[in-house]
């Protein structure tokens, strides 16, 4: 008869709960750094837009784009991953 701690190892996959925790350390860091690229985009793009420097203003505001775009596409992701399991 299994009781306390050896009936716990049973029931939780340690594996699969390590794997859960990197993935969303991951996820959240990735998530977090490519939201502040699309701040820093936008905001540099504003500022050097009024500099005159139109090429590095365009630039920066490609850099918020494609940031924001990474950013749209790991929340479907999250949405779909979610919704399948």
């Known amino acids: 008869m299994r009781t306390g701690l050896s009936q716990l190892a049973t029931v939780v996959d340690g594996k ?3 794997q859960t925790v ?4 991951a996820a959240g860091i990735g998530v977090t750094f490519a939201f502040s690229l699309a701040l820093l ?4 793009s504003l500022d050097l837009s009024r500099d005159g420097r139109t090429a590095a203003a365009a630039f920066s505001a490609v850099l918020a784009g494609i940031a924001l775009a990474v950013v749209a596409a790991a929340i479907v992701l999250g949405i779909i991953v979610m919704t399948t399991k």
């Open 16 to 18: 699969a709960l390590w």
């Open 22 to 25: 990197v993935y969303a350390a």
């Open 41 to 44: 985009g936008a905001a540099r």
